[in-house]
Nanobody, 125 residues
Framework: QVQLVESGGGSVQAGGSLSLSCAGS????????ISWFRQAPGKEREFVARISWSGTSTNYVESVKGRFTISRDNAKNSVYLQMNSLVPEDTAVYYCAANTKLERPPHLASSYDYWGQGTQVTVSS
């Protein structure tokens, strides 16, 4: 019912910044809770950040608190992830995901019904 497309990935040096975008189509993203996940080679898909329908409530995994900021612009049907002070451990494919169930645990990938294709983020030391 909704399609998600990530963009903005790339390669940066440690300490640098990168902005990711998640563009929705098919349905308004205002109907969905949106999260960013990331997956490094050989690792499980990891929750990064979540934002509520209105954008007034956000959650982050502890490792990115103070460095990453999730936001959304429902008028543009997009969700963003501003990543600052990047470290090599942030290297992963980043995905946006959507669900409509507030009661689902936000940190679990299984809570989300829709996923984008992912965008690669590489942070070099």
């Amino acid at each position: 019912q909704v399609q998600l497309v990530e963009s903005g990935g790339g390669s940066v040096q440690a300490g640098g910044s990168l902005s990711l975008s998640c563009a929705g189509s098919g349905r308004s993203l205002s109907n969905y809770l949106i999260s960013w996940f990331r997956q490094a080679p050989g690792k499980e898909r990891e929750f990064v950040a979540r934002i509520s329908w209105s954008g007034t409530s956000t959650n982050y995994v502890e490792s990115v608190k103070g460095r990453f900021t999730i936001s959304r612009d429902n008028a543009k049907n997009s969700v963003y992830l501003q990543m600052n002070s990047l470290v090599p451990e942030d290297t992963a494919v980043y995905y946006c995901a959507a669900n409509t169930k507030l009661e689902r645990p936000p940190h679990l990938a299984s809570s989300y019904d829709y996923w984008g294709q992912g965008t690669q983020v590489t942070v070099s030391s």
